[in-house]
């Protein structure tokens, strides 16, 4: 930290140096459980390193989108070094069971009984629509 705050500074704008120079330090060196905040940092930056990743590599369009939806299949399941398996489910409207019935249409289960991360990259190209297998 070589940056020095000039005599003119006020003690709280020393203090305020002092304490931001003291949290980078213990940041680096204390282990944390990562906030909601720092877990969507890392999470779209993975995304944004896959996306220059899948730019420069494929021949094709086709091939770098299936291998970028590859990528994120992967890292949600838990398939990377970065990150745990995340849980992939949907979140219904509570009414939408009722509504769906109603309208003999299916609905989504709960978020509890629906998950289906884990094998979504397993999944991905087994389930290609017919025509493109």
């Not at 203090?15 to 980078?24: A, E, Q, R």
């Not at 409207?93 to 109603?102: E, L």
Request: with cysteine.
């Amino acid at each position: 930290m070589a940056f020095q705050c000039p005599a003119s500074c006020s003690k709280d704008k020393r203090m305020s140096i002092v304490v931001l120079k003291l949290k980078i330090i213990l940041g680096a060196i204390m282990a944390h459980e990562y906030t909601q905040d720092e877990i969507r940092k890392k999470f779209l930056g993975h995304i944004w390193n896959f996306i220059e990743y899948w730019d420069t590599h494929g021949q094709t369009s086709r091939d770098k989108l299936e291998g970028l939806a590859f990528s994120i299949m992967s890292m949600l399941d838990g398939s990377t070094m970065e990150f745990p398996k995340f849980m992939v489910a949907p979140d219904p409207c509570p009414d939408d069971k009722d509504f769906h019935d109603k309208n003999g249409e299916n609905w989504f289960p709960p978020s509890s009984k629906g998950d289906v991360g884990g094998s979504l990259h397993d999944s991905f190209f087994k389930e290609r629509p017919s025509e493109e297998k």
